[in-house]
């Protein structure tokens, strides 16, 4: 089946520092990619959705210049957390359809634990 | 309004046997899908299975079923011949027309006993 990879899979940053995640579709192209937020024993909630070649559009109360994404090739898009605080401690996840399998599957990538100290 | 809607938290199951989660949807579009992914404490979301709302059968993926009830909004998945493996989370999802974004439920904690 089609491949989402998403990089790193953990990350310890200091409080105020930024934070790159990556997210490649492997073996097929995805103009849309999505990224989602997960807390502990949550739901997955949806960040925003982003567009290659143009700008994210970002869900009601997810802050677009705290979380920049860039998607600037039809095979990866990333995720920066900017400045990023303790209550920014999450899971990320990454996701992608591949028209191929005639969109009726939604492709993850392995999530990024990311912790701020 | 909630989109999906699973209320177990939690459900114990003997191995071997079968277990029902338990989804309801709201939708205003004709056109939408229903998945269902399993997330074990990896943190990988595994993808189950697909339901459409203008499909006429009921999905089924080896040991998973979905039991699709269109007048009641529902898409209820179920797992037959339950294994220890089968500990983890599962979610029901939904995407509506021709929206690629999914809205998911709040989950469901599947622990399977020897």
């Known amino acids: 089946g089609a491949v989402v990879s998403q990089h790193p899979s953990w990350v310890i940053c200091k409080s105020g520092t930024s934070v790159k995640i990556e997210c490649r579709s492997l073996?097929?192209?995805?103009?849309?990619m999505f990224w989602y937020r997960q807390f502990p024993k949550q739901s997955l909630m949806l960040m925003a959705t982003?567009?290659?070649?143009?700008?994210?559009?970002?869900e009601q109360g997810v802050e677009k210049d705290k979380f920049l994404i860039n998607h600037a090739s039809l095979t990866l898009s990333t995720l920066t957390v900017t400045s990023a605080h303790p209550e920014d401690s999450s899971f990320y996840i990454c996701?992608?359809?591949?028209?191929?399998?005639?969109?009726?599957?939604?492709?993850f990538g392995q999530g990024t634990r990311l912790t701020v100290v | 309004a909630q989109k999906i809607t699973q209320t177990q938290p939690g459900m114990f199951v003997q191995e071997k046997e079968a277990v029902t989660l338990d989804c309801t949807y709201d939708?205003?579009?004709?056109?939408?899908?229903l998945f269902w992914y399993k997330q074990p404490s990896s943190g990988e979301m595994i993808f189950l299975i697909y339901?459409?709302?203008?499909?006429?059968q009921n999905a089924t993926e080896g040991r998973y079923s979905l039991n699709f009830q269109k007048a009641r909004k529902s898409a209820n998945l179920v797992i037959s011949a339950s294994q220890l493996g089968d500990s983890a989370m599962y979610f029901c999802?939904?995407?509506?027309?021709?929206?690629?974004?999914?809205?998911f439920g709040a989950g469901t904690t599947v622990t399977v006993r020897a």
């Open positions: 939708t205003s579009d004709p056109s939408y899908g």
């Open positions: 339901q459409g709302s203008y499909d006429q």
């Open positions: 996701s992608a359809f591949s028209g191929d399998r005639g969109n009726t599957e939604a492709f």
């Open positions: 073996d097929f192209q995805a103009t849309t």
């Open positions: 999802a939904m995407r509506e027309g021709g929206d690629y974004k999914l809205s």
């Open positions: 982003s567009n290659e070649g143009s700008k994210a559009t970002y």
